[in-house]
Structure formats: structure tokens, C-alpha cells
């Protein structure tokens, strides 16, 4: 479990975040909505010990994080339970997609790559259903192909909290489905804390146990979606009219209306 207590982040003087409390479980996805330039990323940045904290604390297990926390012993300690995979997976290093996994491992890797090892990391590319690319350079690879090879990387590192940034956003719908299944299999049968940040809101309503929707940098709103996913939420957050249907697990779909950004958006 990780607990966000009165969190503020700012960013070169500007507030980004501020006044953030929330409670995020182990075993369940928590996935964050919000405009652009809302703060999302920044948020999962923050969690991972990347940005330093304006105001309150983060709190996993028996380790804090707090405002004026620099110590680097401290922040290489916290980010041993996390793994990230940022929005942009593009890369420039002469890597194969198996060497790019294995590095998922870094803490533990030798001047010898053993057998099991290597192994492991070809069974999380089979995972994700990329076994085949492994000998491929990953500079060769679709952006599509890169995000399941860092996700795989994030496997690699057998993590207690995920924090995955925009995870599907080049990805055709089936690959979409295949990461976010895994996903969840990953969070539930290892009771991980995953946060994920998206910007479709039906896949985030599909596969959110909790949503965080972030707006000027504020909560709006928090909950599973089929409490609070409502057609006046929505406008208000991204000033877009919209119609809420169910589908047959009574999750919202969101259908939006054609024409109806409101003027203010």
C-alpha cells in the first residue's frame, strides 16, 4: 500500500500538485485521468523519488519519502520496490531487445550474464509476446514493438509498485489488450501497487480497480468507475459533452458527443 499525505510537487517555482491525499492498495490497478498538463506524469515521477516533494509525504510499507527528502542512500533505497516505464521509450543505445531486458535486472547483473538469467528475460518477452524480436536492435523496433520490450523490462525487475506512464499509446488494439491483461494478471497474482497513467478513458474504465482524476493539479475525483464515472464528471474535466452507456459488467463506456466541446475547453 502506498498513502499520499497533503502531497505538493512543484516544478521550477510553480506548483504542479498540491494538496493531494489519497490511498493506493496493493493488489489493484489505480489508473490516472486528467487533461494534459495536469500533473499525471508528474505524480508517477514523484512516486518513483525523481522529483523532489514541495509538501507532505509518500508512505510505502515502512519507508517514507518527505519534503526536503535528498539523501541519495534514502531515494536508491525506495526506488529498489519500483519500477517506471516512462511515455517516451524511444532510445538511441546500440542494445539488443534482450540486453534492453536484461537490464531491467541492473542491480543484480555481473561481469557474466548466467544462463538463468538470460532465461528470464526471455521469458518475459514471451510474456508480452515479443520472444521472436529478442535478437533485434532496439533502435530497429516500431514505438509500438519498444513499449512491450520496456515493458517486459519492468517485469524483468520483479517490482512491488509499477508505475506505468501512457503504457499503450502506440499500440493497435489488440496489443493494447494483450499489455493491460498482463497488467492486471502481473497486479494481481503478485499483489503489486500499479499505477498506470492513460488517456482513453473506456480502456481506463475497463481495466481501473481505482481512478485518480487529476485536474489543476487537484483530486477531482477518486473511485472505481462505475461510481464515479458520470457524463457532468467528465465535462467538467476535459470540457467535452458526452453520453455514458454500460456494458454488460456495468462498467461506463464513454460515447462523446459529436460537435459538443463546450466553449470554455
Not at 542491480?107 to 535478437?135: N, W, Y
Not at 513499449?147 to 506512464?165: H, N, S
Not at 492513460?198 to 482524476?213: E, G, I, K, P, T
Amino acid at each position: 500500500m502506498i498513502q499520499l499525505n497533503d502531497l505538493a510537487i512543484s516544478r521550477s517555482g510553480r506548483p504542479i500538485i498540491s494538496g493531494l491525499n489519497t490511498c493506493l492498495e496493493a493488489g489493484a490497478i489505480h489508473v490516472v485521468l486528467g487533461p494534459n498538463g495536469t500533473g499525471k506524469t508528474t505524480l508517477l515521477r514523484a512516486l518513483m523519488g525523481d522529483l523532489p516533494l514541495a509538501g507532505g509525504s509518500i508512505t510505502q510499507g515502512q519507508t517514507s519519502l518527505a519534503a526536503g527528502t535528498h539523501s541519495r542512500r534514502v531515494l536508491d533505497s525506495w526506488r529498489k520496490d519500483f519500477a517506471y516505464m516512462p511515455q517516451d521509450c524511444s532510445t538511441e543505445v546500440s542494445l539488443s531487445v534482450l540486453e534492453v531486458v536484461v537490464l531491467g535486472n541492473l542491480g543484480q547483473l555481473g561481469l557474466r550474464l548466467d544462463d538463468e538469467l538470460l532465461e528470464r528475460a526471455m521469458s518475459k518477452l514471451s510474456q508480452v509476446g515479443i520472444g521472436h524480436l529478442a535478437g533485434r536492435g532496439i533502435g530497429s523496433l516500431s514505438g509500438g514493438q519498444r513499449q512491450m520490450v520496456f515493458f517486459a523490462q519492468v517485469l524483468m525487475r520483479e517490482p512491488k509498485v509499477m508505475l506505468l506512464d501512457e503504457p499503450v499509446s502506440a499500440l493497435d488494439l489488440r496489443h493494447q489488450v494483450a499489455l493491460l491483461d498482463r497488467v492486471r494478471s502481473e497486479t494481481r497474482s503478485r499483489n503489486l501497487v500499479t499505477v498506470v497513467v492513460l488517456h482513453d478513458l473506456n480502456l481506463a474504465c475497463q481495466y481501473a480497480d481505482n481512478l485518480l482524476v487529476l485536474v489543476d493539479g487537484t483530486l477531482a475525483a477518486s473511485g472505481h468507475p462505475r461510481d464515479i464515472v458520470t457524463a457532468e464528471l467528465l465535462q467538467t474535466t476535459y470540457g467535452v459533452a458526452v453520453d455514458i452507456l454500460r456494458d454488460r459488467h456495468d462498467r461506463p463506456v464513454v460515447q462523446p458527443l459529436s460537435g459538443q466541446a463546450l466553449e470554455h475547453a
